[in-house]
């Protein structure tokens, strides 16, 4: 059932709202063209796959797009955080 599918849904939903973090702060700066180009290689990354896990999970493999796909992006910032920290 449904319950299968809330445990990859919340890690996801978790690592979309810690990455929001990093995200909005170049909204923030006004740094819009960094900006729609991390959220537009999220959406390519996410159709990527979904193409990949959907025919071999079905429905299960939204879930684990959507968490794999906003785990990626959270481990994107905090790398290029901590690189820019180091400067």
Known sequence: GARAF????LLGDWAKFLSWLFIF???AKARTGPYVAVQAASAAVFAALLVGLLPRYGLEGAVL?????YGLLLLACVVFHLMRNEK
Not at 65 to 69: D, G, K, P, T, V
């Open 6 to 9: 809330l445990g990859p849904q």
């Open 65 to 69: 797009a959507h968490a794999a796909r």
């Open 25 to 27: 702060q170049l909204a």
